[in-house]
Every structure is written in C-alpha cells, then in structure tokens.
C-alpha cells in the first residue's frame, strides 16, 4: 500500500480544536495505547510514551471507556478531553500517519 500524504502536526491540531469526531476518535486510540493493567488501575504505570500521562489518566481512561460503553460524550465531556489531547499530538500523529485513526 502507497501512503500518499503525512498528517500534520498542524493538520491534527486543527482537527482536535474544530472536529468532535476527532476527539472521540483521538481519545479511543489513547485509551488502546495503555496497557491492560493501567486500564485496570486508571493510572498509568510505565513510562513507555504510551496512552496518558499519570496525570491525566484516571479521567481520561474513565471517559474513554464511558464513551465505549454508551458511544455519548456530553459537550462539556468533548471540551474537557479537546483541552487534554492536545499534549498527546506526537501519539496522535504517530498512529494517524500509521492509518490507526480512521
């Protein structure tokens, strides 16, 4: 398979700050990217670059598996998680570029 094009930095950027979807879609991929037990424990374990931060974790692993379970995210949801992923632009682009965000 012939990738074409490379997402941007920007490119995503701007698609997390306008594109609700993409914030669904970006907070899910995240979610993928923690380990089993840190889905578990809602926290982050290893400093492997992967998923949330331990900051982040407990709230965005509970929102992202609220959102599996019930496929709904409030606006106020949306807004708050918008705000948190746009530090995990790299993993973003990463798995975008791969073709993992789809």
């Known amino acids: 398979?012939?990738?074409?094009?490379?997402?941007?930095?920007?490119?995503?950027?701007?698609?997390?700050?306008?594109?609700?979807?993409m914030v669904r879609r970006s907070l899910v991929m995240l979610y993928h990217r923690q380990t089993v037990d840190e889905k578990q424990r809602q926290e982050?374990?290893?400093?492997?670059?992967?998923?949330f931060n331990a900051f982040d974790a407990p709230a965005l692993i509970g929102?992202?598996?609220?959102?599996?379970?019930t496929r709904h995210l409030s606006p106020q949801q949306i807004y708050f998680i918008r705000?948190?992923?746009?530090?995990?632009?790299?993993?973003?682009?990463?798995?975008a570029n791969h073709g993992t965000i789809n």
């Open 1 to 21: 398979m012939i990738k074409l094009t490379s997402w941007t930095r920007y490119q995503l950027l701007e698609l997390i700050r306008h594109n609700d979807e």
């Open 44 to 51: 982050t374990k290893h400093q492997n670059g992967r998923g």
């Open 63 to 69: 929102l992202a598996e609220c959102y599996l379970r």
């Open 83 to 95: 705000k948190k992923l746009l530090k995990y632009i790299r993993q973003i682009q990463e798995e």
